[in-house]
T-cell receptor
């Protein structure tokens, strides 16, 4: 299975809502990532988990809270978001037991709209 | 932070023609990768070239790397409508998990 799955595909939420984005991979990868991508821009790194521990937080506001329950799952909890947080949120993974961490496999993304 | 710059920003070609896009970067790298993104979808890894390699092929893709000029090019030969997408270069330069993405080139292949 060489796929990264993300749910939901689309999410519309109000500024007072709490919601979660989910990501799953079964490739035995040890690093998982959250990216935010605005229209016609490249992905911007938000968080990196390595061996289920948070290793990089790119100064992301606390209204975004990542969680890695196990080596296959990655969540992004959302609370009190702003309209400017509307974007495509991409999950990625990299690094099998025998390989390197370079090549990243991306999920299809969650299109988030904050009203 | 965005280390790579890509040109052109957009490219429109006829089916069957070749498409070439370029990526320049600022600091020494471990490797450089190219990704494709279809509209509103996730990125797909196309090819990785290490800093000690000069050229790499994968199917209709050819990537070159010139570390002295800090630049790379991606050539897509015999383009197809399905090649219509945005293409991003990404540099791995920091020995951690970070990739720095270029701004991207939008390629449109006309039937």
């Amino acid at each position: 299975d060489t796929e990264v799955t993300q749910t939901p595909k689309h999410l519309v939420m109000g500024m007072t809502n709490k919601k979660s984005l989910k990501c799953e991979q079964h490739m035995g990868h040890r690093a998982m990532y959250w990216y935010k991508q605005k229209a016609k821009k490249p992905p911007e790194l938000m968080f990196v988990y390595s061996y289920e521990k948070l290793s990089i937080n790119e100064s992301v506001p606390s209204r975004f809270s990542p969680e890695c329950p196990n080596s296959s799952l990655l969540n992004l909890h959302l609370h009190a978001l702003q309209p400017e947080d509307s974007a495509l949120y991409l999950c990625a993974s990299s690094g099998s037991l025998a390989g390197s961490y370079n090549e990243q496999f991306f999920g299809p993304g969650t299109r988030l709209t904050v009203l | 932070s965005q280390q790579g710059e890509e040109d052109p920003q957009a490219l429109s070609i006829q089916e069957g023609e070749n498409a070439t896009m370029n990526c320049s970067y600022k600091t020494s790298i471990n490797n450089l990768q190219w990704y494709r993104q279809n509209s509103g979808r996730g990125l797909v890894h196309l090819i990785l070239i290490r800093s000690n390699e000069r050229e790499k092929h994968s199917g209709r893709l050819r990537v070159t790397l010139d570390t002295s000029k800090k630049s790379s090019s991606l050539l897509i030969t015999a383009s197809r409508a399905a090649d219509t997408a945005s293409y991003f270069c990404a540099t791995d330069f920091s020995n951690d998990y970070k990739l720095s993405f270029g701004a991207g080139t939008t390629v449109t292949v006309r039937a």
